[in-house]
């Protein structure tokens, strides 16, 4: 099975900016909706942001007009470009496969940690 490693992520000011990536073991051109995913402490893991085999993307209301997500199939990446960053942004930050509201396709990675200081 395809395996997940995020990095990227760091310490952060309030307004600042990082840029998450998440590398696969093997290929994802053939895996239709990819995302990215968070899990502040004390909540549930939430879906930040989806992007399809042809580009097509979706945010979480949250983060839309400051989060951009993308792919690069050749280097088996998804990215996660995020702006605008606010203290309630901190949280792990996961890419997996989007199978559904409720459902992933893929083992967790670690994931990534950002915190974002106000």
């Known amino acids: 099975q395809v395996q997940l490693v995020e990095s990227g992520g760091g310490l952060v000011q309030a307004g600042g900016s990082l840029r998450l990536s998440c590398a696969a073991s093997?290929?994802?051109?053939?895996?239709?909706?990819m995302g990215w995913y968070r899990q502040a402490p004390g909540k549930q893991r939430e879906l930040v942001a989806t992007?399809?085999?042809?580009?097509?993307?979706k945010y979480a209301d949250s983060v839309k007009g400051r989060f951009t997500i993308s792919r690069d199939n050749a280097k088996n990446s998804v990215y996660l470009q995020m702006n605008s960053l606010k203290p309630e942004d901190t949280a792990v930050y996961y890419c997996?496969?989007?199978?559904?509201?409720?459902?992933?396709?893929?083992?967790w990675g670690r994931g990534t940690q950002v915190t974002v200081s106000s």
């Open positions: 093997g290929s994802i051109f053939s895996i239709e909706n």
């Open positions: 997996n496969q989007y199978l559904s509201a409720t459902g992933t396709g893929l083992s």
């Open positions: 992007v399809g085999s042809g580009g097509s993307t």
